[in-house]
């Protein structure tokens, strides 16, 4: 027998009865969940508190809406790739457009080599999932040599000013993986 499924808040527009996709409040199935802290201008809703208000739109609210030009997509990050995997995130302020049911996500993406790590040009306002304050860019250039000895010569080779550098990036990736097995 299947366990009864928990309501969801309803749809603000239609009052449609959503129920949840899991356990989690604001999760539903056949919607999506909306926040917003609000904003100046309205006199309404402006949290200056650290408060947000959140509601449902159920699909077909939702594709009624797109299909109307009344909800609208931007996008504030790009994803950052290294090596082939999510690193991070690099702040982008792209205009709204109206948005459409049929709009494929975006594919854009911003990818930082090793070598743009080594020789510290990648772009700084990149948000490091690990926290630039962890030296998480040292850590997945520490990763990719850990990987390829083969290539530290290679690399101090083709970049002779940042030897000194690469031999760092080393020995605190070889301290911090010793750190993580004493654990």
């Not at 594709?63 to 109307?68: L, V």
């Not at 790590?117 to 990719?144: C, F, H, M, Q």
Request: aromatic share 10%; with cysteine.
């Amino acid at each position: 027998m299947r366990p009864e499924r928990k309501q969801d808040f309803p749809c603000i527009i239609c009052g449609m009865v959503l129920y949840r996709e899991m356990d989690d409040e604001g999760q539903p199935r056949d919607g999506v969940v909306c926040h917003t802290s609000g904003n100046y201008g309205s006199r309404v809703f402006d949290d200056l508190h650290g408060e947000y208000l959140t509601f449902n739109i159920c699909d077909p609210c939702l594709r009624d809406r797109a299909n109307a030009d009344r909800i609208f997509i931007t996008q504030g990050s790009l994803p950052v790739w290294v090596e082939g995997s999510v690193c991070g995130a690099y702040p982008v302020d792209r205009p709204y457009v109206a948005w459409k049911t049929t709009m494929e996500p975006s594919d854009e993406r911003l990818n930082v080599e090793i070598s743009e790590i080594i020789d510290g040009t990648y772009p700084k306002s990149i948000r490091w999932n690990g926290g630039p304050e962890d030296g998480w860019p040292d850590v997945l250039a520490g990763d990719y040599l850990s990987r390829h000895p083969d290539e530290i010569a290679e690399w101090k080779e083709v970049m002779p000013d940042h030897v000194e550098r690469i031999d760092a990036i080393m020995a605190d990736f070889q301290r911090r993986m010793a750190q993580r097995r004493r654990r």
